[in-house]
C-alpha cells in the first residue's frame, strides 16, 4: 500500500461521472487512512488551471499532473497522458485506467471495496474510456449521462454523498429515454449539418442528443473525411467549450494546439474568453488550426526593383 499524507482537501474534474465517483472514493479513502474525511472541491479545467494551491498537503484526481502540482505531500492519482516526471508530488499513473478505478484499487487495500462500489467503478471505467465493445457499455454511458444531464454538485446532493445509491437510480430511466429516442434524431440532423474546420478536423452541429455517442456513431459510419470530429457548446458564463473525438489518436494533439488536452482519441478545449458567439469560435479554430502559410522570401532581384522604384520617387528624380 502507497503511504499517502493525510490531505487538507480533494479535488476532482467537475465536469464527468469519472471525476464525481473518484472524488467521493478519495473522500472515503481518505476517512479510512487518516480518520477524517476531508472537504471535496471540484473544478471545471479552465477553473482549475486559475486555482491557487494553498494547501500543504491535498489529493487530486482526473487532472493531469503538471509541474505546479509537483509538490512536497500532494498527491496526483490519474490517467490524463503528461510530460512532467514525479519529483516531490506522490503520483499514481494508468492511462488504461479512468481515474475512479485508480482511487477504487486504494481503497479496496484498505478494505472499503463492495459489490455495489465494483458495479459503478465498472460502468465508470466503460464510460469514461468508451470501452464500446464492453456488454454494459450503453449502460455505462447513461449512468455517465448523469451527470451531463444534472450537473456534478446537484447529482452530489441528490444522492447525499453515498455513491452506491447511483446504481439502478430512477433518473437512469430517464437517460435511457432519451438514448434511445433523441440520439437517432440528434444524429440524423448532424449528419447533414457537418462542415470542414481544417484538412483533419470536420465540425459537427449539434442540436439533440448525446454528444458523445453522435460524434462516435459519426466516426464509425466515416460519415466525414476528417479523422478528427468536434462539437462546440456554450457553458454557464457564456465558456465555449470545444469537444474533440477520434478512432486512430489524433483528438490530443488538436487539443493540444487549442491549449487544452484529454484522452488520445476523447479530448477538449476551452476557447478564449473573448470568444463568446459560436460562429467566433468557428472563426477562431479555422485561424488556429489552418495557419497562414509563411510568407516566401523575397527574391534579390525583386529588392533591387524595389530599391529602383524608391529611388526614382525621391524629388527631384525624373519620372
Given at each position: 500500500m502507497i503511504a499517502l499524507p493525510r490531505p487538507e482537501v480533494v479535488i476532482t474534474h467537475e465536469s464527468d461521472l469519472d471525476g464525481l465517483v473518484a472524488g467521493l472514493l478519495m473522500q472515503q479513502l481518505a476517512q479510512r487512512m487518516h480518520n477524517q474525511r476531508p472537504p471535496l472541491e471540484a473544478y471545471a479545467a479552465d477553473h482549475w488551471r486559475q486555482r491557487a494551491l494553498r494547501e500543504s498537503a491535498a489529493w487530486v484526481a482526473d487532472f493531469a499532473l503538471e509541474p505546479r502540482l509537483d509538490l512536497s505531500n500532494w498527491v496526483v492519482l490519474d490517467h490524463h497522458p503528461t510530460q512532467t516526471v514525479a519529483k516531490n508530488a506522490v503520483h499514481v499513473f494508468a492511462p488504461d485506467k479512468s481515474a475512479a478505478l485508480i482511487v477504487y484499487e486504494l481503497c479496496r487495500e484498505q478494505g472499503l471495496g463492495s459489490p455495489e462500489l465494483d458495479r459503478l467503478v465498472h460502468l465508470c471505467n466503460v464510460s469514461d474510456l468508451f470501452l464500446r465493445d464492453d456488454p454494459d457499455f450503453l449502460t455505462a454511458m447513461d449512468h455517465a449521462s448523469l451527470v451531463k444531464s444534472y450537473q456534478f454538485w446537484n447529482l452530489h446532493d441528490l444522492i447525499e454523498g453515498e455513491l452506491e445509491r447511483l446504481l439502478d437510480h430512477p433518473l437512469l430511466e430517464v437517460m435511457s429515454v432519451?438514448?434511445?429516442?433523441?440520439?437517432?434524431?440528434?444524429?440524423?440532423?448532424?449528419?447533414?449539418?457537418?462542415?470542414?474546420?481544417?484538412?483533419?478536423?470536420?465540425l459537427v452541429d449539434m442540436v439533440l442528443g448525446n454528444q458523445n455517442l453522435i460524434l462516435d456513431q459519426l466516426l464509425e459510419e466515416k460519415a466525414s473525411p476528417h479523422p478528427v470530429l468536434a462539437s462546440l457548446y456554450r457553458k454557464g458564463g457564456g465558456t465555449i467549450i470545444v469537444s474533440l473525438r477520434s478512432r486512430n489518436g489524433e483528438a490530443l494533439a488538436i487539443a493540444q494546439r487549442l491549449q487544452g488536452g484529454g484522452h488520445h482519441n476523447a479530448a477538449g478545449a476551452v476557447l478564449p474568453r473573448t470568444i463568446q458567439r459560436i460562429p467566433d469560435a468557428v472563426d477562431y479554430l479555422r485561424k488556429v488550426l489552418n495557419p497562414a502559410p509563411p510568407r516566401p522570401a523575397t527574391p534579390f532581384n525583386s529588392l533591387e526593383s524595389i530599391f529602383d522604384e524608391i529611388q526614382s520617387a525621391k524629388p527631384g528624380n525624373p519620372q
Open positions: 432519451k438514448r434511445r429516442v433523441e440520439d437517432p434524431i440528434g444524429c440524423q440532423w448532424s449528419r447533414s449539418h457537418l462542415v470542414e474546420i481544417s484538412p483533419t478536423v470536420g
